[in-house]
């Protein structure tokens, strides 16, 4: 099972938005409404964010959002502050019961 | 609140196994598919595998299809994985995490990580 395909790095100033796509196949994207999104500080566990394509866990702000068009998903994340400076990882359930990681984006706030 | 804690860092020489154990707190431990991620310096997430702490089920990736055991003991509410044939990529920050309340396919809790460095 390949790595899903994400950005390697996107930037944005304070209170502007940005995207990060995810591309898989047929078989884990597009197959399933099972895409999650995983925010990760260096030396911190990731912390989940979105699940099942566009839902939100309690607690994680609304500046956060998902969604998803055929084989891509995205994080949209609106308004951004200094601390969404992380790593973010999609991940997708996959035709053969496992799970597949994106390869993850490091989003830079200016 | 659930916790989940891992054992300590390990250093392995190549070839050999390590064993990283996973006791979880704060909730049924078996009603919940525990997962295993690993992190290798400066990669990305690594999905390695999940068991259904119930049953006893397990999923492995591929990538570590027959190098990787996942078990557990309900009476400990534990987790384990155990990799073989240790090398040198196998160096990694390893993870448990427990699926997520709301979602059978996404992780929700985490532990702390252990680091497992193979040196010779």
């Known amino acids: 099972q390949s790595a899903l395909t994400q950005p390697a790095s996107v930037s944005g100033s304070p209170g502007q938005s940005i995207t990060i796509s995810c591309t898989g196949t047929s078989s884990d994207v597009g197959g399933y409404n099972y895409v999650s999104w995983y925010q990760h500080h260096p030396g911190k566990a990731p912390k989940l964010m979105i699940y099942?394509?566009?839902n939100r866990p309690s607690g994680v702000s609304n500046r956060f959002s998902g969604s998803k068009s055929g084989n891509t998903a995205s994080l949209t994340i609106s308004g951004l502050q200094a601390e969404d400076e992380a790593d973010y990882y999609c991940?997708?359930?996959?035709?053969?019961?496992?799970?597949?990681f994106g390869g993850g984006t490091k989003l830079t706030v200016l | 609140q659930v916790q989940l804690v891992q054992s300590g860092a390990e250093v392995k020489q190549p070839g050999a196994s390590v064993k990283v154990s996973c006791k979880a707190s704060g909730y049924t431990f078996i009603s919940y598919t525990m997962h295993w991620v690993r992190q290798a310096p400066g990669q990305r997430l690594e999905w390695m595998g999940w068991?259904?702490?119930?049953?006893?089920?397990?999923k492995y990736s591929q990538k570590f299809q027959g190098r990787v055991t996942i078990t557990r003991d309900t009476s400990a509410s534990t987790a384990y994985m155990e990799l073989s044939s240790l090398r040198s990529e196998d160096t990694a920050v390893y993870y448990c995490a427990r699926r997520s309340t709301s979602s059978w396919y996404s992780v929700g809790y985490w532990g702390q990580g252990t680091l497992v460095t193979v040196s010779s």
């Open positions: 991940s997708s359930y996959t035709s053969t019961s496992t799970l597949v």
């Open positions: 068991i259904n702490a119930g049953n006893g089920d397990t």
């Open positions: 099942d394509v566009s």
